[in-house]
């Protein structure tokens, strides 16, 4: 296994990008899985679960579903969403050694990627926080503007998705920042956004091929689901195999996005500042 070239690129390429991305899991498939089963596919089995044991008894026709339930559903939900998402970036911090160890031609070490994902727990935490804080305030407001003037409030909420997205895109390598070096939270979110500038859109469209592919795979899976309840029900065996296909599908598509995000920071550091991955890889050491 070699390292990838250390020559400093002239500007982000999303094809490099791309094919960096999956050639990383390609090579370290082992070591990758083991860290998004231990963080992602074994939490989300479980709520799978129960979710679809939930859902199969309110798609069941002239079943009773008490308020009361539909209320616990909805909170255990909630909790069990901030739990893999705390979990989500856990992952990301782990991936982000993985990704640097397997660019810089080194077969990555399961214990050691679980290591800096623990040391950065705090710093990955925040930065999580401050996302999901933030985009709690913006739909609020959305709301309320939507609310308050209807036609007019609908057009602003959606010519906005535009700047939320840039905006996401500007902070989406704060958690390698904070890996690799450990700024803090708002400085690491400052620092991604200074990484990011001139190559938000390029990064736009490589996520932006990514989500696609995980929205339609989403879809068919969530219609082949609504087909067998709506054929008769469904089996606790097939809702074992749902839990399970459902899990599957959503780690292994947060995977690709949280090595797409590692090897963007990479990328951005050579555009940008010329920096090597065994450079990189010399602060974990």
């Known amino acids: 296994m070699t390292s990838i070239a250390s020559e400093r690129p002239e500007r982000f390429s999303v094809g490099r990008a791309f094919s ?19 963080f992602s596919t074994l939490p989300a089995l479980l709520y799978n679960i129960w979710s679809f044991r939930q859902i199969a008894k309110i798609a069941v026709p002239g079943a009773s579903f008490e308020q009361s339930a539909m209320a616990g559903y909805g909170a255990v939900s909630m909790i069990a969403g901030l739990v893999l998402l705390i979990l989500a970036f856990l992952a990301q911090a782990a991936l982000v050694r993985a990704t640097i160890e397997d660019l810089n031609g080194k077969r990555p070490s399961i214990g050691d990627c679980i290591q800096i994902a623990l040391r950065s727990f705090l710093p990955t935490l925040g930065i999580g926080l401050v996302i999901i804080v933030a985009m709690f305030l913006v739909a609020m407001i959305l709301t309320v503007i939507t609310m308050a003037i209807p036609i007019v409030g609908g057009v602003i909420a959606l010519l906005s998705l535009i700047p939320i997205a840039m905006w996401l895109i500007s902070i989406s390598v704060a958690v390698p920042v904070a890996v690799q070096e450990r700024p803090g939270v708002f400085a690491s979110i400052s620092r991604s956004r200074a990484l990011t500038k001139g190559s938000r859109w390029r990064i736009f469209a490589l996520f932006l091929v990514l989500g696609i592919v995980a929205i339609g795979l989403q879809v068919v899976f969530t219609l082949l689901f609504q087909a067998a309840i709506a054929s008769g029900g469904i089996s606790t065996i097939g809702l074992i195999a749902a839990a399970i296909g459902s899990s599957l599908l959503s780690t292994i598509v947060s995977a ?14 050579q555009v940008r500042e010329g920096t090597s991955v065994d450079e990189l890889a010399e602060i974990f050491s």
């Not at 390609?26 to 089963?37: E, M």
């Not at 690709?256 to 550091?269: C, K, M, Q």
């Open 256 to 269: 690709v996005i949280s090595v797409a995000i590692a090897v963007t920071y990479v990328e951005l550091r």
């Open 20 to 38: 960096n991305t999956f050639s990383v899991i390609g090579r370290s498939f082992v070591p990758l899985a083991a860290i998004v089963g231990l």
